[in-house]
């Protein structure tokens, strides 16, 4: 899949993927939905994001999260 809103550059941010080479991680976006923010709360926290950087944050972050396999602690 192709991300045109994604950008990771080794000389920004410690080369962790950000949003449209802004210095706004998308991890930091994908956070803020999950503690509840609406998409327009984090438009008004960013001014510089658009709705599409959002929801490509989101895509992207789903697109990861297939692509490995992350430790989970068995419920017992």
Do not use: F, W
């Not at 962790?16 to 930091?28: D, M, Q, S, Y």
């Not at 939905?33 to 944050?57: F, P, Q």
């Not at 992207?60 to 602690?73: G, S």
């Amino acid at each position: 899949m192709k991300y045109s809103r994604i950008t990771v550059r080794a000389d920004q941010m410690g080369g962790v993927p950000c949003i449209r080479g802004l210095r706004i991680p998308v991890a930091t976006v994908v956070g803020m939905i999950s503690d509840g923010m609406s998409e327009n709360d984090i438009l008004n926290a960013y001014s510089d994001l658009e709705i599409d950087d959002i929801r490509e944050a989101l895509r992207y972050a789903a697109e990861a999260v297939m692509e490995r396999q992350l430790p989970l602690q068995s419920a017992a």
